[in-house]
């Protein structure tokens, strides 16, 4: 197992062991032959799409999802071999990158189909069926329009996939349209069925979608979130309506750079936005929202310091944040303030922060600063949450293999 670590003045710390408990989770909620294509884009949520690709490659598996041409050479180049699928547009001049690191092209629409068979060189490509989101995709009243792409002598059709929008809404409506959309979704596919000159890869799932449809997981299924061990929102992670046990992969951590007395009166910080109302003692902790730590936080976030929650307090800055721990005694300079994960026992979740910053945790984790360290720990900690669901299957080992 690697270990690897750059702490720094703020970092990450990526427990794979945790990552590998997710993969099993999710494969148990899928049918036995229903691969995982794991959604790596955004520097895989935000932590480090290297490592955890490559993890999940040691695991078996053999499909990705990124969102742009730079995101998948950045995995070949790393030795990710495979299937990995650009989900996003990819602009004309970037074609012959495609095509020479081996990556699949999401086929947005007929336009662009046009493109790609004129472009430079034979591409490899998953058609994207619109069944109701109106993002990416042919309209799922044109089949004949993907059938068409089986003609173009410069392309390999590997795949047809489409994508829901509401999964991950609890009302009668959001359940009725994601059916309808799974509806749409096998109608294009009967079409396809027999005409199609090739086999190819259906896929519809993210995670809301394996958590709550597991009946409409096709031949594989992308999830990004929950593969992380995170759910979306604070209310979703509260709710886990179906057996997941799912540990999250990160946590967010950073140096306190001094300790310093403030008397009763004082400003604090930019603005002086923060003013005590009596004696505190501060400490300056070396992350701000350059960091990814959302400034929205300010005056209302929190970071765990010696297993106490102590305040975010003032306006945080591009590099540091202020943090009230005049009641933690002992605080001093070097000490971890942690802001996503554990210590000594107190944990705060990605799903809290998120939701304090008025976001979910797709977007605080994805938006995580280049510049932190990571650690990446690999042993099998014990989880920071593990739900205990009575009845629940034990994990099996070796599922993860029927992936390769
Ligand atoms: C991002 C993305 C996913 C993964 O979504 P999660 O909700 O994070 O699981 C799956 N499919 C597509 C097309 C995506 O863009």
Redo the contacts with the bound molecule.
Sequence with gaps: METYEKKGRAWKELNLGHLRNNVRELKQMVPPDCRLMP?V?ADAYGHGAVPVARELARMGIRDF?VASVDEGIQLRTAGIRGQILV?GYTPKECLPELAAYGLTQTVVDGAYAEMLAGGPGRFRVQAAVDTGMHRLGFSWTEPERILALWRQPNLAVTGVFS?LCVSDEDTEDARRFTLEQGRRYRQVLDCLYGKAKSRFQTHLL???GILRYPELAFDAV?????LYGVHSSEADARRQERPAALYPVLSLKARIACVREVEAGEGVGYGLAFHSNGKKRIAVASAGYADGIPRALSGKGHALVRGVRAPVVGRICMDQLFLDVSKIPGVCAGDEAVFIGESLGQRIRAEEMAQAAGTIT?ELLSRLGKRLGTRVVAERSEPIYNIKIPGRKEACAPCCQRNA
Excluded: D, E, F, T
């Design positions: 959604a884009k999802c989900l994508h993210g995670s809301y992308r999830p990004g979130i929950l797709n």
